[in-house]
């Protein structure tokens, strides 16, 4: 299956609201069927955005799935593409010249747009 980086933004968003202090189970996501969602939560587990992930499964089919919350890592990368505008303006620049979508490379870029705007506002107070 091909990694879809909308969709683990759209599942750190949903755990981030969602997550109080047990597992959240079968995460529902408009557009995206059970097998795919499951999928990205698990990648999601294996790169350490989110504490957990268990699968259930029978007859070889995926019945059930659940996650646990975001990591503290999990925090650090969404703050950096929570906002729609920087996550907006990283997409278009990767599109634009061509990088791959990595966390690395989504780190860099929105980290940058996010260094304009603190510069900015240091401007603005001196």
Same mark, same amino acid.
């Given at each position: 299956? /091909? ?6 933004? /759209? ?19 408009? *557009? ?9 939560? /698990? ?15 029978? #007859? ?7 996650? +646990? #919350?975001?990591?503290?890592? *999990? ?10 505008? %920087? ?10 010249? *061509?990088? /791959?979508?990595? $966390?690395?490379? %989504? ?6 747009? $996010?260094? %304009? +705007? ?9």
């Amino acid at each position: 299956m /091909k990694r879809d980086m909308k969709l683990v933004r /759209k599942i750190l968003l949903y755990v981030e609201v969602n997550f109080i202090d047990v597992a959240l189970y079968d995460i529902e996501i408009e *557009g995206y069927d059970l097998k795919t969602i499951a999928y990205h939560c /698990k990648i999601c587990y294996d790169a350490k955005l989110i504490s957990d992930y268990k699968g259930s499964y029978a #007859s070889d089919e995926l019945m059930n799935f659940g996650v +646990g #919350s975001l990591t503290w890592y *999990g925090h650090e990368f969404l703050e950096k593409i929570k906002d729609d505008t %920087i996550w907006d303006k990283t997409e278009k620049v990767m599109k634009e010249k *061509g990088i /791959k979508f990595t $966390i690395t490379a %989504i780190e860099k870029i929105a980290t940058k747009f $996010i260094d %304009i +705007g603190i510069q900015a506002a240091i401007n603005s107070i001196t």
